[in-house]
């Protein structure tokens, strides 16, 4: 029994992304980036934070961002980035992050990426 049209695409957009993801990468890499600190750090920041974050959205969607979000100080400024990525290497993972408008817009001064194994916690 065929499915009708409108519920095979209701399930495309959830298949998709998995599939890609199982096939395509198999690494992941923690990338930590920490802001400048001048005057004008937190003005670039948030002169490139749309474009990012759509960015980053997009990149969660296809399975290359697994987790990520801003560092703050104790005091809750923001001061950086941590990121979970998937990528089939090193050098791609690199390559992504250097086309980051956080790193284009001059807001991430320092950036270490290092392979990462992401925990399985699965309550079964």
Request: net charge positive; aromatic share 8%.
């Amino acid at each position: 029994m065929a499915l009708p049209a409108t519920s095979l695409s209701a399930w495309r957009p959830r298949l998709l992304p998995r599939f890609v993801f199982i096939q395509s990468r198999s690494l992941q890499f923690l990338v930590i980036a920490q802001d400048y600190t001048d005057d004008e750090a937190l003005s670039r920041r948030n002169l490139a934070r749309p474009a990012h974050l759509a960015r980053a959205k997009d990149a969660k969607k296809d399975g290359r961002v697994l987790v990520g979000g801003a560092t703050l100080s104790h005091d809750g400024k923001m001061t950086g980035s941590m990121i979970v990525v998937d990528f089939p290497d090193e050098g791609s993972a690199r390559e992504f992050v250097n086309q980051d408008p956080y790193t284009i817009g001059k807001v991430w001064e320092r950036i270490d990426i290092k392979p990462f194994k992401m925990a399985t916690l699965d309550p079964k």
